[in-house]
């Protein structure tokens, strides 16, 4: 990740803005933002440039400029999270949505509204990104998650948490400790005698009838 200009660039393939200066709004009709990316320069495509070719590129002729798709923004984030220092924040912005990352795989904290153009499910409080690219993410810490983010590829999958229940149910059975109070899917479960539900996240009343509030209780499972 280097400054060029009033672009800060990684180099993937094609190069990726990870920041710009205000004055880079003078260069273009629109200052560009973090995953817009540079398709070509003097008119030829920059996908598989080298550095010095596109830096020859930019330095003596036009520009060309494509604007981010969801995946663009989480590879400029990628880049410049793992540029900068890890501070051990337990979640993180990746262009619109927000990823924690106490779990494997990582949960979707937040994810604003812009997000969920890309996908035909809104994502939701709770969800897993389980692959990029085809590649699974479960095992993954986040320097591998990033790493898997900042390639090429083009998709990003999420499930939704309640899909991802027997999941969710293992890693709360294999925890080492036994709290009292704990999530499970997208459930916030106190563990009384019935367990009680003490929160819920979006989406947690799919597939019920009737909504599930704080203080109705698991009263039997698979009969």
């Known amino acids: 990740v280097e400054w060029v200009g009033p672009l800060r660039l990684v180099w ?22 973090p995953g ?4 070509k320069v003097n ?12 830096l020859d ?17 989480f590879r400029a984030a990628a880049a410049r999270l793992l540029a900068d220092p890890y501070l051990g924040a337990h979640s993180e ?9 106490q779990t494997k795989p990582p949960w979707v904290f937040y994810a604003k509204p812009e997000a969920n153009k890309h996908y035909d ?16 993410t479960e095992h993954l810490d986040r320097r591998g998650v990033l790493e898997l983010l900042l390639g090429p590829g083009t998709t990003a999958t999420f499930c939704t948490a309640w899909d991802d229940r027997n ?3 293992a890693e709360a059975h294999n925890s080492t400790h036994q709290p009292q109070i704990e ?41």
């Not at 817009?36 to 398709?39: F, H, K, P, V």
């Not at 590129?57 to 923004?73: H, P």
């Open 43 to 54: 008119g030829k495509p920059t996908y598989g440039m080298t550095r010095m070719e596109v």
């Open 121 to 136: 499910v809104p994502l939701s409080p709770g969800d897993r990104l389980v692959e990029v690219d085809g590649q699974p």
């Open 183 to 223: 999530w499970v899917g997208k459930f916030r479960l106190l563990w009384s005698k019935p367990p009680t539900v003490i929160q819920s996240l979006a989406g947690a009343n799919d597939g019920y009838q009737q909504p599930i509030v704080a203080g109705d209780v698991v009263v039997s499972v698979d009969g």
């Open 57 to 73: 590129g930019l330095r003596s002729g036009s520009i060309e400029m494509q604007k981010n798709d969801l995946r663009d923004q």
């Open 12 to 33: 993937t393939q094609p190069p990726t803005v990870v920041d710009s200066l205000p004055q880079a709004g003078k260069m273009f009709f629109k200052r560009p933002s």
């Open 167 to 169: 999941g969710a149910v």
């Open 93 to 101: 912005w990746l262009g619109p949505v927000k990823l924690g990352w």
């Open 36 to 39: 817009d990316t540079i398709r």
